[in-house]
């Protein structure tokens, strides 16, 4: 089970740090994407980071903005997202891939990759 938080309103410029929580012994086996979905748009990939930590994909559109890590002893996923802008402004949703799977930017950007999906945290970006 993914929970998802961390998400709020704030101004262009300003940073926020959303968290996918995870429950289960096996989250460290999970590779775990940020997807992200504006309304009357479909949902778009973020980030994505593999089960190791060694995989690391980003959207081009945040590439040198968001930063996506993993802390398996706390189960746990972060997005750093810096430098926010009105376009940012969406529902993220994490999701997990495993156990253990390795793939390329087409498998980890795919959405149907992905077998456990959290409920999504409003990021809103005024400017």
């Known amino acids: 089970q993914l929970q998802a938080s961390g998400g709020g309103l704030v101004q262009a410029g300003d940073s926020l740090r959303l968290s996918c929580a995870a429950s289960?012994?096996?989250?460290?086996?999970?590779?775990v994407g940020w997807f992200r979905q504006a309304l009357g748009k479909e949902r778009d990939f973020v980030a994505a980071?593999?089960?190791?930590?060694?995989?690391?994909y980003y959207a081009d559109s945040v590439k040198a903005r968001f930063t996506i890590s993993r802390d398996n002893a706390k189960n746990t996923v972060y997005l750093q997202m810096n430098v926010l802008k009105p376009e940012d402004t969406a529902l993220y949703y994490c999701?997990?891939?495993?156990?253990?799977?390795?793939?390329?930017?087409?498998?980890?950007?795919?959405?149907?990759?992905?077998?456990?999906w959290g409920q999504g945290t409003l990021v809103t970006v005024s400017s």
């Open positions: 999701a997990a891939v495993g156990p253990y799977r390795r793939g390329s930017m087409g498998f980890f950007s795919d959405p149907r990759s992905y077998a456990f």
């Open positions: 980071i593999n089960w190791g930590g060694a995989e690391i």
């Open positions: 289960g012994r096996t989250f460290s086996s999970y590779g």
